[in-house]
């Protein structure tokens, strides 16, 4: 067995044995810096990559009012942890691994209540809108 390998922040580092991902934290030569983010994955279709998105509030001075903003990161995703969609994660920047990544999963934290049914929800109106395109052009 590997020894496990500190990477700060008091996150417990995960079973590495027989992982050979040099991309991962834990097992490989990333070092992590920089600013970290809690979010939901809501794409892992990519090979060991996840988008992660946030949401959060931004007061617009003019209305005396707070409006919804949210952000989408692209992180590696270890063998280690392995991150579904659905999954809320703590990500941490490091140096870039790709064209579009420069974040990497270092914890799951747990599942996002009603996450299968907004995303039945959002595909069910995209279907009908087609439908309604194809209808029309008829």
């Known amino acids: 067995m590997k020894n496990k390998k500190n990477v700060g922040l008091g996150i417990t580092s995960p079973d590495s044995t027989g992982s050979t991902d040099k991309k991962s934290p834990f097992s490989g030569n990333i070092r992590l810096h920089g600013r970290n983010f809690i979010g939901t994955v809501i ?4 090979q060991k990559t996840a988008t992660i998105e946030w949401e959060r509030k931004v007061k617009v001075q003019k209305y005396e009012r707070y409006m919804k903003k ?3 990161i692209k992180a590696h995703n270890p063998d280690e942890i392995k991150a579904k969609e659905g999954d809320v994660v703590r990500i941490i920047e490091t140096r870039p691994i790709s ?3 420069n974040f990497v999963i270092v914890e799951k934290i747990g599942k996002e209540k009603g996450f299968t049914q907004r995303m039945e929800a959002i595909e069910a109106s995209k279907k009908k809108v087609r439908e309604e395109m194809e209808e029309k052009q008829e």
């Open 43 to 46: 794409s892992a279709k990519m």
């Open 99 to 101: 064209k579009t990544k």
């Open 70 to 72: 949210r952000s989408r």
